[in-house]
């Protein structure tokens, strides 16, 4: 079962763990990438196209021409490997070098208030990640952050993939020699979610959600490939079951054979479709730490048309709702109505307040009205569990 993101047709309305076959996925993974495919590619390397970004630059000075360009980046994000590597997006890595020590002040604070970060999907231990390393570079240095943001190469691919008005988000990973791999996974949104709550959603949303987001690190030290810069399979993105497979283990064999890795230089860049498998690869050099701006660029058509005030909605709706409970209303009814009232995802969020605990993504807002129903928390108890809620969520402080 495979598919670009352009096709639907003969897809079941649910897809399940046992629709997913290595078969097929190897048949999809095993295509090759031809560099006259894309006239502004540099060359092909281990399957993933290479930019030269100074070539780029000049190929996208008229309004025209960066319309070309843009549509090459997006059909090698979709059609093609669904990665790309843009050698020097920074030209000047003096600014790369002045946000590095943001970012390291940033990290010793942390430490020093006796805060640890953990990782999605790798153990704590040799790692470093900051959270929410926008903000946080824009509060602590201004200047770097506008002369870093304000690079052209990033804004050409995040327009090339989401169109304008996308919003940027910022997590820093720093791996010290001996830190150890993340599992191969596929990210941001379908990627956070269990296999089960995955099957529960539509068969087009598992091609609709790669193109929400797209994927980026900015190197902020030189990655020789010891040091274990990011680990992908090219062309995996197409496959539409991935998201269900790539936690199984004939699947995660697959990526261990044959993924590739490429080294990258300080001030390179590397954006991919979130549906590519891929994962950081083990630090096994004696002196390298690595450093990476892990960039998630999100579209700007993610948002409801309105505002709505949803921790108000459920405190004036909770003792309605535990009334019909107390009732004996089915958990269908009240699951229907929490959904309109509660907000059901869980994020954004503050990921250095509200981090996962079991999974890979905290609790929602709904899901803490359900544990107040079951529990049979009085409307003062809700309150405050919801108070706690929006507390965790903020970057006050």
């Known amino acids: 079962m495979t598919a670009t993101i352009h ?13 997913c076959r290595l078969d097929d996925f190897e048949s999809v993974v095993q295509t090759s990438t031809d560099v006259d495919d894309y006239p502004h590619a540099d060359r092909v390397e281990q399957g993933v196209l290479v930019y030269d970004s100074a070539v780029l630059r000049a190929a996208a000075s008229t309004p025209e021409e960066e319309v070309e360009v843009e549509g090459e980046l997006a059909r090698a994000l979709s059609d093609g490997p669904g990665i790309v590597v843009l050698k020097g997006a920074f030209d000047d890595t003096s600014v790369v070098d002045r946000v590095t020590s943001a970012f390291d002040a940033i990290i010793d604070d942390e430490r020093t208030a006796g805060t640890a970060p953990g990782d999605h999907f790798a153990k704590p231990g040799a790692n ?12 602590r240095d201004p200047e770097a952050f ?21 919003q940027v988000t910022s997590q820093v990973n720093v791996v010290r020699p001996g830190g150890v791999a993340q599992d191969p996974h596929r990210d941001y949104h379908l990627g956070f979610l269990s296999n089960e709550v995955v099957e529960r959603y539509p068969a087009h949303v598992h091609v609709l959600s790669p193109v929400l987001t797209l994927q980026g690190a900015v190197a902020h030290s030189d990655m020789p490939v010891e040091s274990g810069p990011t680990l992908y399979l090219p062309h995996s993105h197409k496959y539409v079951p991935g998201y269900l497979a790539w936690r199984l283990p004939q699947f995660r064999e697959y990526f261990a054979e044959h993924r590739v890795q490429l ?9 991919f479709n979130p549906a ?11 002196d390298v730490q690595r450093m990476a701006n892990l960039l998630q660029v999100s579209s700007g058509f ?14 004036a709706v909770y003792p309605a709702l ?17 959904a309109a009232t509660a907000e059901g995802y869980p994020f954004p969020t503050n990921l250095d307040r509200d981090q996962p605990i079991g999974g890979l993504t905290p609790l929602s807002q709904a899901d803490i009205v359900h544990q107040a129903l079951a529990g049979a928390w009085s409307p ?18």
Not at 276 to 286: C, K, L
């Open 276 to 286: 590519v498998f891929h994962g950081a690869g083990d630090n096994v050099s004696t």
């Open 146 to 166: 506008v002369d870093y943001y304000a690079n052209d190469v990033l804004a050409l691919v995040s327009r090339a993939w989401l169109g304008p008005g996308y």
């Open 128 to 139: 470093s990640r900051v959270w929410n390393a926008l903000e946080k570079l824009a509060v």
């Open 322 to 338: 535990a009334a019909r409970a107390a009732a004996g209303w089915t958990a269908e009814a009240l699951a229907c109505a929490v």
């Open 380 to 397: 003062s108890q809700l309150d405050d569990a919801i108070d706690a809620y929006a507390g965790r969520r903020s970057t006050d402080g």
């Open 7 to 19: 096709g639907t047709a003969g897809r079941p309305a649910r897809l399940r763990e046992s629709d």
């Open 263 to 271: 080294p990258l230089a300080k001030g390179d860049a590397a954006f």
């Open 302 to 315: 993610g948002r409801a048309m309105e505002s709505v005030d949803r921790a108000r909605m459920v405190t």
